[in-house]
Structure formats: structure tokens, C-alpha cells
């Protein structure tokens, strides 16, 4: 996989969800991710995932600089295991590894991405990557949405590694 592009999109703050009525929708998915914040350049983000799935594992790349509150420039790339152990050296200090169930739902032509941490017992985060600003995000009722928190820079994953222990 390698995507080169500008990624827009909404992230939730959503009551935890009942995970098998999550998978339980048509098309749903789900892996393990362990992501790994890298020491960058300033306004830009790097980081690794290490993407579990079946029995299947896979190793990402991604570099993202911040165009507006809802969009970015994207550039990630497949790497190997190797690459992966060498680029986890340029951990950033005083973050860690976070780790995470990413649940995939497919819905209203877009992918409705809930990811479940295991440091919540009270909520959970669901993304959705939309195609313009101005589109409305649909998700499955199911979801109970407590807030949008695309601009609140507590819930992005690079805070999350860092803090999670925060009110809602």
C-alpha cells in the first residue's frame, strides 16, 4: 500500500461500543495496530504501525504534515520488519507505543474506522475519511456519538501516546 495524498477527515468521540455487534456489521473487519511516534521535523508527524490482521502482519511508514483541522498531506508506504525494528530507534521521547483494536465498517460508501483502546473502558474513537470538507459523515446507529473532536488535539493518537488518562 502506498498513499500519496491529502487525507480529510472527522474523528468521534463515541461511547464504547459493543465490539460484536461492531463486527457483526456487513464487511466489518478488524486488526491490531501498535503505532510508534518518530522523532520528526517540526510541522510534520512520522510514525510506524505494526498492522495485525488474521494471521497476517504487515509494517507502514507514514509521514503527515497538517493542512487544515480536518485535512492533511499523507504519504505512507509498506515497509519490511526490518526497516520497521530500525525505524522503531527514532522513537520520540516521552511517548509510547500505543496499541489498539481497529474495527473497519464499511458503510454509506465510505469505511467508518472505530478504534478501541485498551486504556478506555468508557469510550472509544471513530474516524471517517471523507472526500471533501463540506460532506456529511454518516455513521451506523449503532455508534453513539458523545462529540466531534477532529480539532481537539487531545484525542489524536501522537496525544494519546503521550496522555490518555484525561476527562472526557
Known sequence: MNTNGIEIEHKYLIEYPDR?????????????????????????????????????????????RRISG???????????E?????????????????????IL??????????DIYPFWKD?????????SEEEEVMLPDCIRVIREVTDDVRYKNTSLAEKHDFDI
Open 70 to 80: 480536518l485535512s492533511h498531506q499523507e504519504d505512507e508506504s509498506e515497509i519490511g
Open 105 to 114: 465498517i464499511p458503510y454509506n460508501d465510505r469505511t467508518v474506522e472505530v
Open 123 to 131: 469510550r472509544a474513537i471513530a474516524e471517517v475519511e471523507v472526500m
Open 82 to 102: 526490518e526497516e520497521y525494528s530500525a525505524l522503531l530507534g527514532r522513537k520520540r521521547p516521552g511517548r509510547s507505543s500505543i496499541e489498539k483494536e481497529r
Open 20 to 64: 460484536n455487534e461492531l463486527l457483526a456489521m456487513p464487511g466489518a473487519d478488524s486488526a491490531i495496530i501498535a503505532q510508534t511516534y518518530l522523532k520528526s521535523e517540526k510541522g510534520t508527524t512520522e510514525r510506524v504501525r505494526r498492522w495485525r490482521q488474521g494471521d497476517s502482519t504487515r509494517y507502514y511508514h507514514t509521514v503527515k
